[in-house]
């Protein structure tokens, strides 16, 4: 009689309570499981490969080798070798849903959606009411956004099993179409089937953000960091929670945690400027973004907000010059011709500024900044008025 465990991610098989039991193709399989046990995968091949090539087993155990074996070679990322096990194993039994699952799995992994699919919908066609097929095909329809027929997916693999993954994949699609209440209620359903499901933890928590429910988002990421506390992702869901729920020194205290932990990431350090910037605390703000051009020098938002900051703190000539240089990487930015106005304005170059407002209304002719700006400009110009910075 054959049986399987779990051991991680990986499946493998123990052949035990036949009367060949002491057969060394059995005992070869036995001892291949203990060395996964402690983690070497090599020994482990090398005995699976043993009762492979020597037929060690009865006929109807070696497609269970292959599959075996495959799993190893995927936990090893061999995609290659792991998806000729697992065609292997196929080939000895035609309807093996668990090789064409891993199969599936592994070409996921390289890349090969399509195969992957037809993976999938093979076990479908012929074990229909197998929740894993139906779950990772749901997970391929999400990914390419044919959502209707993700729902499909999900819901047929909830019809015939209690499956964790298939609520979250559900939750998934309903929080990207906007259906906030049932992305919580289908998470809350996957951790009660899975309590440790650290990804149902993590993306309620980003159902509860977009339903504005911060606290609970907070209470969420606190589990996830807890369980991972190296996750800068993590660590940056936090961080925009508390910035949404209005405390910017927690959010900034996981924003530089995250950025310990993803020091390259200019991203974080242009988030570390937003808060700082919005705290009024422009020298913080401008070092935050000067840190995050050195690694995206060519970032055009980056270079507007960190003008802003110059420009508060009455440095004009340098508020200028990262306006001039994300002009020429984004022209047709309404915002750049208008601050750049602004702080021509504060030196007193007022025609030159409402040349630049002008050119913010030809690209949006409605711009309420720019209009009340160059207003402005022109009664200063008119009445000798000196205007003051922003």
Same mark, same amino acid.
């Given at each position: 009689?054959?049986?399987?465990?779990?051991?991680?991610?990986?499946?493998?098989?123990?052949?035990?309570?036949?009367? /060949?039991?002491? $057969?060394?193709? *059995?005992? $070869?399989?036995?001892?291949?499981?203990?060395?996964?046990?402690?983690?070497?995968?090599?020994?482990?091949?090398?005995?699976?490969?043993?009762?492979? /090539?020597?037929?060690?087993?009865?006929?109807?155990?070696?497609?269970?080798?292959?599959?075996?074996?495959?799993?190893?070679?995927?936990?090893?990322?061999?995609?290659?070798?792991? *998806?000729? @096990? %697992?065609?292997?194993? *196929?080939?000895?039994?035609?309807?093996?849903?668990?090789?064409?699952?891993?199969?599936?799995?592994?070409?996921?992994?390289?890349?090969?959606?399509?195969?992957?699919?037809? @993976? %999938?919908?093979?076990?479908?066609?012929?074990?229909?009411?197998?929740?894993?097929?139906?779950?990772?095909?749901?997970?391929?329809?999400?990914?390419?956004?044919?959502?209707?027929?993700?729902?499909? /997916?999900?819901?047929?693999?909830?019809?015939?099993?209690? @499956?964790?993954?298939?609520? /979250?994949?559900?939750?998934?699609?309903?929080?990207?179409?906007?259906?906030?209440?049932?992305?919580?209620?289908?998470?809350?359903?996957?951790?009660?089937? &899975?309590?440790?499901?650290?990804?149902?933890?993590?993306?309620?928590?980003?159902?509860?953000?977009?339903?504005? &429910?911060?606290?609970?988002? !907070?209470?969420?990421?606190? *589990?996830?960091?807890?369980?991972?506390?190296?996750?800068?992702?993590?660590? !940056?869901?936090?961080?925009?929670?508390?910035? &949404?729920?209005? @405390?910017?020194?927690?959010?900034?205290?996981?924003?530089?945690?995250?950025?310990? +932990?993803?020091?390259?990431?200019?991203?974080?350090?242009?988030?570390?400027?937003?808060?700082?910037?919005? &705290?009024?605390?422009?020298?913080?703000?401008?070092?935050?973004?000067?840190?995050? #051009?050195?690694?995206?020098?060519?970032?055009?938002?980056?270079?507007?907000?960190?003008?802003?900051?110059?420009? #508060?703190?009455?440095?004009?000539?340098?508020?200028?010059?990262?306006?001039?240089?994300?002009?020429?990487?984004?022209?047709?930015?309404?915002?750049?011709?208008?601050?750049?106005? $602004?702080? #021509?304005?504060? +030196?007193?170059?007022?025609? +030159?500024? !409402?040349?630049?407002? $002008?050119?913010?209304?030809?690209?949006?002719?409605?711009?309420?900044?720019?209009?009340?700006?160059?207003?402005?400009?022109?009664?200063?110009?008119?009445?000798?008025?000196?205007?003051?910075?922003?």
């Amino acid at each position: 009689m054959r049986r399987r465990i779990v051991i991680g991610t990986l499946l493998v098989g123990i052949l035990a309570g036949t009367a /060949e039991a002491d $057969n060394a193709g *059995i005992g $070869n399989v036995n001892l291949a499981i203990a060395e996964l046990h402690k983690g070497e995968t090599e020994p482990a091949l090398a005995l699976l490969t043993r009762v492979i /090539e020597t037929q060690s087993v009865p006929p109807n155990e070696i497609p269970d080798v292959y599959y075996d074996r495959g799993n190893v070679y995927l936990t090893q990322r061999d995609y290659d070798r792991a *998806i000729a @096990d %697992f065609t292997a194993a *196929i080939g000895l039994r035609a309807r093996y849903s668990d090789a064409f699952i891993m199969r599936g799995s592994a070409r996921l992994k390289k890349g090969d959606t399509d195969g992957a699919a037809a @993976d %999938f919908k093979a076990v479908v066609e012929f074990d229909p009411a197998n929740a894993a097929a139906h779950t990772n095909l749901g997970n391929i329809y999400r990914a390419k956004g044919e959502n209707d027929q993700a729902l499909a /997916e999900y819901d047929a693999a909830i019809l015939h099993e209690t @499956d964790a993954a298939a609520y /979250e994949g559900r939750a998934l699609v309903d929080l990207a179409s906007g259906k906030v209440d049932q992305a919580i209620a289908d998470s809350n359903e996957a951790l009660r089937l &899975k309590p440790d499901y650290l990804e149902a933890t993590v993306n309620r928590g980003n159902a509860y953000m977009a339903a504005g &429910k911060y606290n609970l988002a !907070i209470a969420d990421f606190d *589990i996830a960091i807890a369980a991972r506390p190296d996750d800068a992702d993590f660590l !940056i869901d936090r961080a925009n929670a508390h910035a &949404k729920a209005g @405390d910017r020194d927690l959010a900034l205290a996981d924003y530089a945690a995250a950025a310990r +932990q993803n020091a390259n990431d200019p991203s974080l350090y242009r988030t570390m400027g937003d808060t700082e910037l919005s &705290k009024h605390n422009y020298t913080q703000a401008i070092a935050d973004y000067t840190i995050a #051009l050195a690694g995206a020098p060519n970032d055009a938002a980056t270079l507007l907000n960190r003008g802003a900051a110059y420009a #508060l703190q009455a440095q004009y000539a340098l508020a200028i010059a990262d306006y001039d240089t994300a002009l020429r990487l984004a022209p047709n930015d309404p915002r750049l011709y208008n601050n750049r106005g $602004n702080a #021509l304005a504060a +030196q007193g170059k007022l025609d +030159q500024a !409402i040349a630049d407002y $002008n050119a913010a209304l030809r690209i949006q002719p409605d711009n309420s900044d720019a209009l009340r700006n160059r207003a402005g400009a022109m009664e200063a110009k008119t009445t000798g008025r000196k205007i003051q910075g922003p």
